[in-house]
C-alpha cells in the first residue's frame, strides 16, 4: 500500500533532502542570523530516525481496521468509478480531499485542550528550518494523517494518485517549515508557502490557530482561518511548558494537566504572551 511509504526517510533519501534544504537555507535565508545547527537540532534528528516506525505502526492500526470497516459500507463500484478518470485528475482530487481532512483534524487539535497537548510539541519549534517538520508527536501525526488518508483510501483512488500526492506532501511539508525566503506570489493564496506555514508557527496573539491547512492555502479563506500579512513572524513558539528532550517530549501529554496559554481562539489565547 502507498501510504506504508511516505514516512520512510532512508539514508540516500536524507542526503538528497540535506543537499537541497541546507544550501537553500544558507543562500536566501529567511533569518540570517540563524545557524544550520540551531539549538535543538539534535533533537529533531531523533524525530527524524525514530519517528516513521512510530507512526507507521500506528497507521496500520487505525487506517487498516477502519478500512476494513468502511469496506462493508462503500461499493466496490466507487472505486471503479474513480479509477476511471485520468491519473492527473486522481492527482488533484486526492490532495484536495486529503487536505480536507487535514485542516479539520489539525483545527481539532488547536480546538480540545487534550489534542493540543500533542501539538503542542510541534508549536514549541522556536527555529524554523526542513528539520524543524520532523519534531510531531506520533499520536499528533497518527491521527492527522488518518484524517487524510482514510477518505482517499476509502474512495479508491489509484496507487499512482496517491503516490504523487504523497510525493508532493512530504517535499512541500519540507519546504513550508524550511528557513528559505521564497515568495509564491499570487500562488500563495492557492498554495501553502513557507510564509503561510511560518503565520502558523508564529507566537504572535493574531496569528494564534490560523493557517491549518497543510497544502491549499485557500481552505482556510472558506474556513475563515486565513491569516498572511505581508511580512514574516519575528518569533515562534509556545508558552506551554514542553520540554526539549525528545523522550520527555512524548510524555509530555500524558502527564498531569497544565493550563493551555494558546488556542481555542477565546481569551485562553491571550494568556500565552
Known sequence: MSWQFSDLIDLKALLVIALIFIPLEALIPHRHEQKTLRSHWLNDAFYMFFNGILIKAGLLVVV?????????????????????????????????????GFYLAHRAFHAFPFLWRFHAVHHSIEEMDWLAAHRVHPIDQVLTKSASYLPIFALGFSPAAIGIYVLIYQWQALLIHSNVRINFGPLRWIVASPQFH?????????????????????????????YMPDRMPSKYGTNDAVPTVYHEQLAYPFVANRPRPKGLASAVGDNKQ
Open 64 to 100: 487498516g481496521g477502519a478500512l476494513i470497516l468502511i469496506g462493508y459500507l462503500i461499493p466496490d463500484s466507487v472505486g471503479q468509478l474513480v479509477q476511471s478518470q485520468p491519473v492527473w485528475l486522481q492527482a488533484i482530487e486526492v490532495i484536495v480531499v486529503a487536505d480536507i
Open 198 to 226: 511560518h503565520w502558523h508557527h508564529a507566537n504572535e496573539r493574531q496569528a494564534y490557530d490560523k493557517n491549518f491547512s497543510g497544502q491549499l492555502s485557500f481552505l482556510d479563506a472558506i474556513g475563515g482561518t486565513l
